[in-house]
């Protein structure tokens, strides 16, 4: 298994002086912990470039929060995974709020994960499944299907350039995080479906996202099915963001 990736999603925050303020602060919290964990920030588009500048040599890699599935074209408002090949190492995509803001399907997610690792890009697909699918007990059933979807035909060698975030809708941005047990116990199923469709599963991270704070992050990042964590809003404080990082650290560092 890689080391633990910890992802911060940014979202539609900071200007550019501020995106750049805060990498500055970040850099000098994440300093110690950029060995024992990969550290990725996903910043707006707008700033990636001087972002991924102001980062270069630190350890500390950045992401597209989005990008669309074509090299170029007449597509107004969307990047390509070509222009951010070569420098952006990262690219999520999936986000709920992509699928439930933006009407993103299951198929195009399968179009973009193709296009970003024909561009060399590591790939982070988010699933998860909204509270009434939760509590209709359909959550298995969703995250299935999302999976299924979004990585048919893809090619054995993309298990060592994919991670997977699981994150319940009803988790992101309410401060109800999934409980440790809850969110491993659909992780391990995740895992099993991955076992199903690549020869080399275990290369693939399985990352929880939804109301990950500094207070709730070592319980879970102790658990057997979660490699890492995709952190919103706590990704916009540099100082909870880092102890975010440390617990995973600390979880790779401790022998089991
Ligand atoms: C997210 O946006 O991916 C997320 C998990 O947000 P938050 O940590 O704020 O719940």
């Known amino acids: 298994m890689p080391k633990p990736l910890v992802a911060g999603n940014w979202k539609m925050h900071f200007t550019v002086p501020e995106g750049l303020r805060v990498t500055e602060e ?9 060995q024992a964990v990969e550290v990725v920030l996903l910043p707006p588009a707008i700033m990636l470039w001087e972002v991924a500048h ?15 599935w074509a090299d170029q074209g007449p597509f107004t408002g969307e990047i390509s995974p070509s222009m951010l090949a070569g ?24 179009r973009k994960l193709k296009a970003g690792l024909k561009h060399h890009l ?8 909204t509270l009434e699918e939760h509590d209709a007990g359909r959550t298995e059933e969703v995250v299935t299907r999302q999976l299924r979807a979004a990585l048919f035909g893809l090619e054995p060698a993309a298990a060592g350039h994919l991670s997977i975030a699981y ?40 990352l929880y996202g939804g109301s990950v704070t ?43």
């Open 214 to 256: 500094a207070a709730n992050a070592p319980s879970l990042m102790e658990q057997p099915n979660i490699h890492g964590a995709l952190v919103g809003g706590a990704s916009l404080k540099p100082e909870e963001f880092a102890r975010i990082v440390q617990a995973a650290a600390k979880v790779q560092t401790t022998p089991a």
């Open 122 to 129: 590591e790939m982070i697909l988010a699933v998860g499944e």
């Open 26 to 34: 970040l850099l000098h919290h994440l300093h110690p912990y950029a």
């Open 87 to 110: 420098w952006c190492h990262y690219l999520l995509i999936g986000h709920s709020e992509r699928r439930q803001l933006f009407g993103e399907t299951d198929e195009e997610l399968n």
């Open 54 to 68: 102001a980062l270069q040599g630190s350890g500390i890699l950045v992401g597209a929060q989005n990008a669309w």
């Open 167 to 206: 994150e319940p809708i009803w988790a992101i941005g309410t401060g109800r995080a999934a409980t440790p047990d809850y969110a491993n116990s659909v992780m391990g199923m995740i895992r099993e479906l991955l076992a199903g469709e690549f020869a080399d599963a275990g290369q693939v991270r399985i």
